[in-house]
């Protein structure tokens, strides 16, 4: 598999699974990255299918994040 695709998570105030920023869900995405790393994934793509702030500001973030997964995982 080249392509991977991500999405985060987080438990919203009603105890149901809501999208989130990659990086503030509660998904183990340090363990994911390293994963596909390993197993020779190219590419990583992220997907937030809604957000609660500004839709630039959430990508933003998300991108933000992964950068830092992949630079405390090198």
């Known amino acids: 598999m080249k392509v991977l695709h991500f999405k985060d998570y987080k438990i919203g ?3 149901k699974p809501t999208f ?3 990086g503030t869900g509660n998904l183990n995405l340090d363990d994911m990255y390293n994963a596909s790393k390993e197993s ?4 990583i793509v992220i997907e937030q299918d809604t957000c ?3 839709p630039r500001e959430s990508m933003a973030l998300s991108y933000k994040n992964l950068l830092a ?3 405390r995982n090198k």
């Open 20 to 22: 989130a920023e990659i």
């Open 52 to 54: 609660e702030t500004d």
């Open 13 to 15: 105030s009603d105890n």
């Open 69 to 71: 997964i992949a630079d």
């Open 40 to 43: 020779g994934v190219k590419y």
